[in-house]
């Protein structure tokens, strides 16, 4: 199986444009959540969605907003892209909420000049 | 004070030794605990999840978990070169806050030298 895709693999994109990050999986599973990941950071939570239909912030959530229309698609959009936004960008998904093994996508270099 | 820590590294290991990485967390609720290795480029990919306090062995990796100190560790045996990755330590909670989220330490380096 696919598990998850993320689409674009990388993207360069001038300061105050917009962009969405698509992400895609195929395992049914209920929750989904975008991360991105620093040099010295770590992985820090953006948003989260326990099922289709509900949203929720994590840990970083200015400047990005998500949608869960669907239990396979799980889009992240940056309405006003700046600098510091510059990262890599991975959308994961777990089979329920209750801190259950949470399996990645490949991953989105993202490029904000 | 970041609530999941981890030695950034790099750990340099012999080919065949034993790697041993540390991780500490801060939430005492926290109730599930897990390893992913990471390639240089690439995504997360889970070694393992341990939940109960003790060891738990699968093939070469052992996960050791202390919930009284606080921390969890990873043993890996026999260590080869294709182990040389960064390994990230993440820990899920249980309060309502933090509910179906994983904290993730920022990651330790490994490098096993032939």
């Known amino acids: 199986t696919a598990g998850i895709t993320q689409a674009p693999t990388s993207q360069i994109l001038a300061a105050g444009r917009s962009m969405t990050l698509r992400c895609t999986q195929d395992?049914?599973?209920?929750?989904m959540y975008w991360y991105r990941q620093d040099l010295g950071l770590g992985l820090r939570l953006i948003h989260y969605s326990n099922t289709a239909g509900t949203t929720g912030k994590g840990e970083v959530p200015d400047g990005y907003s998500v949608s869960r229309a669907n239990t396979d698609d799980f889009p992240l959009t940056l309405a006003s892209a700046v600098p510091s936004q510059t990262s890599v960008y991975f959308c994961?998904?777990?089979?329920?909420?209750?801190?259950?093994?949470?399996?990645f996508g490949p991953g989105t270099r993202l490029t904000v000049l | 004070q970041k609530e999941v820590e981890q030695n950034s590294g790099p750990l340099s290991v012999p080919e065949g030794a034993i790697a041993s990485l540390n991780c500490t967390y801060s939430?005492?609720?926290?109730?599930?605990f897990f390893w992913y290795r990471q390639y240089s480029g690439k995504s997360p990919e889970l070694i393992m999840f341990i939940y109960s306090n003790g060891d738990k062995e699968d093939g070469r990796f052992t996960a050791q978990l202390n919930k009284a100190s606080q921390y969890v560790s990873l043993l890996i045996r026999d260590s080869q070169p294709s182990d040389s990755a960064t390994y990230l330590c993440?820990?899920?909670?249980?309060?309502?806050?933090?509910?179906?989220?994983?904290?993730f330490g920022a990651g330790t380096q490994v490098v096993v030298t032939p």
């Open positions: 993440a820990v899920g909670g249980m309060t309502t806050d933090s509910w179906g989220k994983l904290q």
């Open positions: 395992m049914r599973h209920n929750a």
């Open positions: 939430d005492r609720g926290s109730q599930s």
């Open positions: 994961a998904s777990s089979e329920g909420t209750s801190s259950d093994t949470q399996y």
